[in-house]
C-alpha cells in the first residue's frame, strides 16, 4: 500500500513556475514508476509525466515536453514536478499516482493509488 499526499499548487500568472510535490508514505516507494495527471474541468484526466522507479527514465506529455521536469528523491519518498513557462491552459488539479509496472505508462487506469490532488491555476 502507498499512500500519496500532493502540495504545492497554486495560482501563478502565465510565464511563471511551481514546484508541485508528492510525498509517499510506505517502504517500498523506490519499487514504484510515480506518474503526474492532470484533469481541467469538463475534460478527462490525461497523462503529464512519470519518472521509472530508478529516475533514470523519464516520459512527457508533448504538451509539456521542455517545460515540465519530473524528479524523484526515493531517501525522502518524494516525487517533484517542475512547472516552468506555465499558460492558462496547465490550469487544472494535478494528481500524482504510483504503480509498479503500469503499461502503458500513460494511461491513468493502469495505476492503483493516487493522491487527492492538487489545484493549479495559471491566469492569462
Known amino acids: 500500500q502507498v499512500q500519496l499526499v500532493e502540495s504545492g499548487g497554486g495560482l501563478v500568472q502565465a510565464g511563471g513556475s511551481l514546484r508541485l510535490s508528492c510525498a509517499a508514505s510506505?517502504?517500498?516507494?523506490?519499487?514504484?514508476?510515480m506518474g503526474w495527471f492532470r484533469q481541467a474541468p469538463g475534460k478527462e484526466r490525461e497523462f503529464v509525466a512519470a519518472?521509472?522507479?530508478?529516475?533514470?527514465?523519464?516520459y512527457y506529455a508533448d504538451s509539456v515536453k521542455g517545460r515540465f521536469t519530473i524528479s524523484r528523491d526515493n531517501a525522502k519518498n518524494t516525487v517533484y514536478l517542475q512547472m516552468n513557462s506555465l499558460k492558462p491552459e496547465d490550469t487544472a488539479v494535478y494528481y500524482c499516482?504510483?504503480?509498479?509496472?503500469?503499461?502503458?505508462?500513460?494511461?491513468?487506469?493502469?495505476?492503483?493509488?493516487w493522491g487527492q490532488g492538487t489545484q493549479v491555476t495559471v491566469s492569462s
Open positions: 510506505g517502504r517500498t516507494f523506490s519499487s514504484y514508476v
Open positions: 499516482a504510483a504503480q509498479v509496472d503500469p503499461d502503458p505508462y500513460y494511461s491513468d487506469y493502469e495505476y492503483d493509488y
Open positions: 519518472i521509472s522507479w530508478s529516475g533514470g527514465s523519464r
